[in-house]
């Protein structure tokens, strides 16, 4: 044996050498387990999956589910005439490192966490927690240490000063505030947020069809109370009296596990403690809760549903594949760009909303077998209607203006629940219509993308057209959808002008269904 021989033998029994950095996890592997499991899926159910959707389809997906808004033309054209077999990865690669995902998942995790934000009464705590956040997943910070600041944020005294601004580098008390600082609030937000468990239904009563009891609610809820003396000569406790009764709570996690208590404690103690039983590693529901909540944003539907039940009674439509998801997550160190990725490298993201039958009423959704159709938030629709004009996305990192203001009203306006059951409602309909901001965006003098098109000596009505299709849906038209346009604008419209009809065919293009969906 000779001695090289021998060096590799030794390297191989005593590892890699002190304080080289572990080979980083791999997305494409995990990826293909995902197609994996699937396709075995698919054969046992004897359906045949949709087929890959086109260039223009994934591109148009990726950036709505990784930015927040559709590409720019410029970025349609780019990835479009790029023949590199890899251009879907660098994409998805790209499109991570930008500050479009910061932002947009910024929002995503603010409305699944503390979803309070929301209504009129806490939304002046939404930007700054959004800030906060997106500061900390440009820095890729672990996901278990992100919900771990969250909760054993020093609470001081509540009062708005406490939550007026906050540097990138401090952490919020957003959701303490959100939950108004009450115990009950707390436990019952902080399970559902980060463990997937419904609590709220035991706080009262023992539920007649959860596992969850009344004593399990108030025991999660004393780790959020003020620790009190309980005699003169016995150290501080947690303790928290039940409402309408004689009797008192003390913590116990829902594992059925007593914390092991410091011998000093504060009053921020018992939310340290929760918190750190929270994010464990070996906690059978947080990353569980974290993949299935992912997933569920990037496919339209969990694979548990609702996805704040993951108790044990409602099972995964796919068990074993939210047990690889989640142990992967788990190794990665809680790595979200590395799930986000392998979910989007996979075939199964991939695929087109083209139900494979024919038949989307008879598909069964849960085996994902084609892309579905999702609404887009009312972040997501007002970027995306900027984009299409060929306006800047406004963004609070650039500083205050007054199209902040516009786009919060119009995000509210048409917010939904959940993108998988967005249904514009009449008045949604009826303001993206003939609203104001529709009315600005299809106007040739205030529309950039409009004017160009209009004035553009180099196109013909066709060219013109295809240039609207391209801005608005990320594709150009197909010769059926062509022929009545290219027409339309020839005759001159109803009014006898070429620009008019040009803005009337970028109004039903930015009023299709097509343009207000993910897909």
């Known amino acids: ?18 304080g080289s950095a572990a080979a980083p996890p791999d997305a494409a592997a995990l990826a293909n387990r995902v197609d994996g499991h699937l396709a075995a899926a698919w054969s046992e159910a004897r359906l045949a999956p949709a087929p890959l959707a086109g260039d223009a389809a994934f591109l148009r997906r990726a950036s709505l589910d990784l930015i927040g808004r559709i590409p720019t033309v410029a970025e349609t054209r780019e990835f479009l005439s790029d023949p590199a077999s890899d251009k879907r990865a660098r994409l998805i690669d790209r499109l ?19 979803p309070q934000t929301d ?26 240490r992100l919900v771990e600041e969250l909760l054993t944020v020093p609470s001081g005294r509540a009062g708005p000063a406490q939550f007026a601004a906050h540097s990138e580098s401090t952490t919020p008390k957003t959701f303490l505030e959100a939950s108004e600082t009450r115990p009950e609030n707390l436990a019952a937000n902080a399970s559902r947020a980060f463990l997937g468990i419904n609590l709220d239904c035991a706080q009262c009563h023992d539920h007649p069809f959860s596992r969850w009891t009344r004593d399990e609610f108030w025991q ?27 009797q008192v709570a003390t913590p116990k996690l829902l594992d059925g596990q007593l914390p092991a208590w410091p011998e000093q404690l504060n009053a921020d103690t018992g939310r340290k403690l929760l918190a750190r039983w929270t994010v464990a590693a070996d906690n059978p529901y947080f990353a569980r809760n974290a993949a299935n909540r992912i997933w569920a944003n990037l496919f339209g539907l969990g694979l548990i549903e609702p996805l704040d039940d993951l108790s044990g009674e ?26 986000t990725k392998a979910l989007m490298l996979s075939k199964a993201y991939q695929l087109s909303c083209a139900a494979p039958n024919g038949d989307a009423d008879s598909q069964d959704p849960s085996l994902f077998a084609s892309m579905a159709v999702r609404g887009l938030s009312g972040e997501q629709l007002y970027d995306s209607l900027r984009v299409a004009a060929g306006l800047p996305v406004e963004r609070h990192d650039l500083g205050i ?7 919060q009203q119009f995000a509210t306006q048409f917010r939904v629940e959940r993108a998988s059951h967005a249904q514009r409602s009449i008045v949604q309909a009826l303001s993206l219509m003939n609203g104001e ?19 553009a000596p180099f196109f013909d009505t066709r060219g013109k057209v295809d240039a609207l299709f391209l801005a608005a849906l ?13 027409a339309y604008v020839e005759q001159r419209g109803v009014d006898g002008q070429v620009r008019k009809a040009l803005s009337d065919v970028f109004w039903s293009l930015l009023n299709s269904s097509e343009f207000n969906t993910n897909h």
């Open 220 to 246: 999660t809820a004393a780790f959020f109370a003020q620790p009190q003396a309980t005699s003169e000569t016995t150290p501080v406790a947690f303790r928290l009296p039940i409402p309408d009764t004689s």
């Open 96 to 114: 991570l490192a930008s500050g479009g995902y910061t932002r947009h998942w910024a929002v995503f995790w603010r409305r699944s966490w503390i």
């Open 119 to 144: 209504t009129q009464q806490f939304a002046r705590l939404a930007d700054d927690f959004e800030r906060w956040l997106a500061g900390r997943l440009r820095d890729e910070i672990g996901y278990d």
């Open 401 to 407: 203006s007054p199209g902040l203001d516009a786009r």
């Open 474 to 486: 990320g594709r150009p038209p197909g010769d059926d959808e062509a022929g009545p346009l290219v």
């Open 437 to 455: 901001l529709t009315v600005e965006l299809t106007s040739p003098e205030k529309s950039p993308t409009l004017g160009a098109v209009a004035d």
């Open 1 to 18: 044996m000779d001695f090289r021989t021998l060096l590799i033998m030794f390297a191989a029994l005593v590892g890699p050498p002190r």
């Open 314 to 339: 409602n099972p995964a439509s796919h068990p074993e594949l939210l047990d690889k998801l989640t142990e992967a997550f788990k190794a990665s160190g809680f790595d979200l760009k590395y799930l």
